[in-house]
């Protein structure tokens, strides 16, 4: 049986069909789309939005952990599947396994999956990845002359592609994000000049997909703004694209106070008048900011204000003005409601972290409910 809760993660799939194809339209036919679906496509949940991009025209989907990747496989998802960052040597025999796409940043890895490809008979393809500036991952862009010939000797693994990855890509300021791509240039002609080959170049994320269309390559990695939240506010803007995600909940309490009584823990808020106060059963148990007196919910497409301390799983909001208010009343902690809107950024803010954290940061306890799952292909 299905339990319902009066709270819900709601996403919209046909939102993220046309975000991701007005994403795919944007690009020149011949860059390839990879969407990136790790922790869950940034809450929307991997499998669901993997299958939407990849019938919107995204060409791989990209994960950071094994498990991420087996949820995508039993799914039964056949696309090419990059898994990002860096492996253990524990690990080489499950990227085999789910038939994985590593990305391979140090020449102990690379030796790992070398002896695995030749142990099976049949090369493992692996991106080779360069740290062109960003310093977490990748082969240092300063020694490609001395990793170049030791990786290409390696039999048993072959090269399905080189990238890299901004430090910087969606601020005003793009010098370093171009020093970044003049590294990987450089790079690039080192490894094709001793012989390498490079079917796949790619290097963007969404904030360089927007801005840096010098830096596309064969295939940018799209992860955030295919969901709709753009990484900052001064980056390009695609006229359409919109947040498919959004939080909702319904009214579970109403509590009448006179001039004088306080909300919640600590008695943080004190009512200056008679109040009616709507308890929301959302909180910070399930990833909403711990905040006291700040923030709003939307009811009625109204804003009401965040009043008292949000407690683990409950906030409470001012609607003495809402006189339709009552239980059952559906009220909108981030998303849209008739003409308002509670975006991530405002959300980022009182949580003082950036969108990325507050769109994974909605955890499992809320239930995910699919709107719109049938949109197709335009
Ligand atoms: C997360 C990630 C991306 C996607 O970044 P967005 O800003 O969400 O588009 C791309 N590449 C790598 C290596 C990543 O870790």
Request: charged share 25%; net charge neutral.
């Amino acid at each position: 049986m299905e339990w319902s809760r009066p709270a819900w993660v709601e996403v919209d799939l046909g939102i993220l069909a046309t975000n991701v194809r007005l994403i795919r339209a944007d690009l020149p036919a011949a860059v390839q789309l990879l969407y990136v679906v790790k922790d869950e496509a940034y809450g929307m949940g991997a499998v669901q939005a993997g299958q939407v991009a990849l019938r919107e025209g995204a060409t791989h989907l990209a994960v950071y952990t094994l498990e991420e990747g087996a949820v995508l496989r039993a799914a039964g998802i056949r696309a090419p599947i990059l898994i990002l960052g860096e492996r253990v040597p524990e690990e080489v025999a499950g990227v085999l396994e789910l038939a994985l796409i590593p990305c391979v940043s140090s020449l102990e890895m690379a030796r790992r999956f070398s002896e695995a490809g030749v142990a099976r008979g049949r090369p493992v393809t692996v991106h080779v990845k360069i740290n062109t500036g960003m310093n977490r991952f990748g082969l240092p862009w300063r020694e490609v002359s001395s990793w170049t010939p030791a990786l290409l000797e390696l039999r048993g693994i072959e090269a399905g592609g080189v990238l890299s990855h901004f430090a910087q890509s969606d601020e005003e300021d793009k010098t370093f994000a171009r020093l970044q791509r003049q590294r990987f240039e450089d790079c690039l002609r080192v490894w094709k000049a001793a012989g390498g080959r490079v079917p796949l170049a790619h290097l963007c994320n969404s904030g360089g997909f927007l801005d840096l269309p010098e830096a596309h390559f064969d295939m940018v990695r799209v992860g955030l703004l295919a969901g709709g939240v753009y990484p900052s506010s001064v980056c390009r803007r695609i006229p359409g694209i919109q947040p498919a995600l959004s939080v909702r909940t319904r009214v579970i309490a109403i509590q009448h106070l006179e001039t004088g009584d306080t909300v919640g823990y600590g008695m943080r808020w004190r009512a200056d008048r008679p109040s009616r106060i709507a308890v929301l059963p959302v909180g910070y148990g399930d990833g909403f900011p711990r905040v006291r007196n700040q923030g709003a919910a939307l009811i009625s497409g109204r804003r009401a204000s965040l009043v008292g301390g949000v407690a683990m799983d409950a906030l409470t909001v001012d609607v003495t003005e809402f006189p339709e208010v009552g239980v059952g009343t559906e009220a909108v902690l981030m998303g849209r409601q008739g003409d308002e809107e509670i975006p991530a950024q405002e959300l980022a803010r009182l949580k003082q972290s950036v969108t990325y954290d507050v769109l994974v940061g909605w955890r499992r306890r809320l239930p995910r409910v699919y709107r719109n799952s049938e949109a197709g292909p335009a």
